[in-house]
C-alpha cells in the first residue's frame, strides 16, 4: 500500500517568489492536513481539508492557501516568500472523517528553503 | 490557551536502561492525547490515541499512560533502533487542530 507522497521533497527559493508544494494522500483517504515544522516551533497546524472542503485553518498569514481535488490530492501555496518561511512542509491524510481518531499519516515532507 | 509541553528536550540511554518521556498539557477539554515517533528526514509516525484519564497502550517496549494533566511514554529496555523524535499532540475540545509538542530527542546508545 503505497504511502503518503509530497513532491518536491527539496527546493530552494529567493524572497518574494511563490511555491507551491503537493500532497497526494493514501488511496481512498479524503482528510488532508498540512504542517509547518521549524526547529523552534515544532509542528504547526496549517489547515486541513476533507471532500475539497477546507474544514480547519491554522493561524498562519492569507499568504498561505491551499486546496483538495476530487482525487483527495492536495496543494499548498506560499506567495511573497519569507526568510521564516525556511522549514520542512509536511502533509497528512487520514481515511478518518473524525479528527479525533489521531491517526494521521505522515509523508516525508518537502524542505523548502528560502534565501 | 492550549498548550502542550515535552520534556525533556534531549534524553541519552545506554541500551536496556529504562525511562521515561513526559508530555504535560494544558488544553480546554481534552479529546485525545495522541504519540508519534519521528526519524530524521522522515514524516512522524503514529504510535498511540488516550482518550481518558487512566488509560493506557503499549505496543513492543513503549507504554503511553495519560492522566488528567500529562501523558508519559514509557521505554523498557530500549534498543539503538528506538532512537527518533517523540512527539504528543493534544486535541482540545473546541477545535479540531491538533496541537504538537516540540518533541524529545531519544538517543539509545549499544
Known amino acids: 500500500k503505497a504511502g503518503v507522497t509530497q513532491t518536491p521533497r527539496y527546493l530552494i527559493k529567493t524572497r518574494g517568489q511563490q511555491v507551491t508544494l503537493s500532497c497526494s494522500p493514501i488511496?481512498?483517504?479524503?482528510?488532508v492536513s498540512w504542517y509547518q515544522q521549524t526547529p523552534g516551533q515544532g509542528l504547526q497546524f496549517l489547515f486541513e481539508?476533507?471532500?475539497?472542503?477546507?474544514?480547519n485553518k491554522g493561524n498562519f498569514p492569507g499568504r498561505f492557501s491551499g486546496r483538495q481535488f476530487s482525487n483527495s490530492r492536495s496543494e499548498m501555496n506560499v506567495s511573497t516568500l519569507e526568510l521564516g518561511d525556511s522549514a520542512l512542509y509536511l502533509c497528512?491524510?487520514?481515511?478518518?472523517?473524525?479528527?479525533?481518531?489521531?491517526?494521521?499519516?505522515f509523508g516525508e515532507g518537502s524542505r523548502l528553503t528560502v534565501l | 490557551e492550549d498548550q502542550v509541553t515535552q520534556s525533556p528536550e534531549a534524553l541519552r540511554l545506554q541500551e536496556g536502561e529504562s525511562s521515561s518521556l513526559n508530555c504535560s498539557y494544558t488544553?480546554?477539554?481534552?479529546?485525545?492525547l495522541f504519540w508519534y515517533r519521528q526519524d530524521p528526514g522522515k514524516g512522524p509516525e503514529f504510535l498511540f490515541t488516550?482518550?481518558?484519564a487512566g488509560e493506557e497502550k503499549e505496543k513492543e517496549r513503549l507504554k503511553a499512560t495519560l492522566t488528567k494533566k500529562e501523558s508519559f511514554l514509557h521505554i523498557t529496555a530500549p534498543k539503538p533502533e528506538d532512537s527518533a523524535t517523540y512527539l504528543c499532540?493534544?486535541?482540545?475540545?473546541?477545535?479540531?487542530?491538533?496541537?504538537f509538542g516540540t518533541g524529545t530527542r531519544l538517543q539509545v546508545f549499544p
Open positions: 488516550l482518550y481518558s
Open positions: 497528512a491524510s487520514s481515511n478518518s472523517a473524525e479528527i479525533a481518531t489521531g491517526e494521521l499519516f
Open positions: 488544553v480546554s477539554g481534552l479529546r485525545g
Open positions: 488511496s481512498g483517504h479524503r482528510s
Open positions: 481539508y476533507f471532500s475539497e472542503t477546507q474544514r
Open positions: 499532540a493534544v486535541l482540545p475540545g473546541n477545535t479540531d487542530k491538533l496541537i
